[in-house]
């Protein structure tokens, strides 16, 4: 199983942007964020159905519908600019797998 | 304070084996529940997971790879090592180890909490 992540998205500053990822495995495992900078390593930023890692601003938000997960950025700032790439475990539940990832650009 | 380093080589030349150590501190890898993976990734591409292992020493690879690789603990030094034989140019790539901390089956999502900063190994002769 894989997962499916558009590979750009653009948003103006202080404007709103929804990231998706789109995998079977997703109708029985909850998508996880990351967000990677360039030369840096990934930090996650969401996990399960709404939980946010403490020092991840709450304008970054999850949501769930059937196979596909979002990442929500609600008044993008400069700093959100990054890859952002989703994972869960596949639908045999020994393999974990990545999206490819969505490079978003604030403008 | 939850941190992973990984170590390594920096440059392997083709067929060889890589090694890789992560060292952690901050958690144990005998806590019910907790996962150490090791994930990749090449230049400008995307992440890839290769293995994880957990509190009970069960071992999980990447079908791809699977028979190349080979992840191992020991809990008494805090270190988790990682070995992929027949290296190729392809396998150059960042390779980072991250922790899970809930990784039970039946919990309802795989996350990865904390990662290490990575190690960049080039494979060239």
């Known amino acids: 199983s894989e997962l499916t992540q558009d590979p750009a998205a653009s948003v103006a500053l202080g404007q709103t942007v929804s990231l998706t990822c789109q995998g079977d495995?997703?109708?029985?495992?909850?998508a996880s964020w990351y967000q990677q900078k360039p030369g840096q390593a990934p930090v996650l930023v969401m996990y399960?159905?709404?939980n946010r890692p403490s020092g991840i601003p709450d304008r970054i938000s999850g949501s769930i519908s059937e196979d596909t997960a979002s990442l929500t950025i609600t008044g993008a700032q400069a700093e959100d600019e990054a890859d952002y790439y989703c994972n869960s475990r596949d639908t045999s539940g020994d393999q974990v797998i990545f999206g490819g990832g969505t490079r978003l650009t604030v403008l | 304070q939850v941190t992973l380093t990984e170590s390594g080589p920096a440059l392997v030349k083709p067929t060889q084996t890589l090694t890789l150590t992560c060292t952690f501190s901050g958690f144990s890898l005998t806590t019910s529940g907790m996962c150490v993976n090791w994930i990749r990734q090449p230049p400008g591409k995307a992440l890839e997971w290769l293995a994880r292992i957990d509190w009970e020493d069960d071992k999980y690879y990447n079908i791809s790879l699977r028979t190349r690789l080979t992840i191992s603990k020991d809990t008494s030094r805090n270190q988790v090592v990682l070995t992929m034989t027949n290296m190729d140019p392809v396998d150059t790539s960042t390779y980072y180890c991250?922790?899970?901390?809930?990784?039970?089956?039946?919990?309802?999502?795989?996350?990865?909490?904390?990662w290490g900063k990575g190690t960049t190994v080039t494979v060239s002769s």
């Open positions: 495995s997703l109708k029985t495992d909850y």
């Open positions: 991250a922790r899970t901390p809930e990784c039970r089956a039946n919990a309802p999502y795989y996350y990865m909490d904390v």
């Open positions: 399960g159905k709404h």
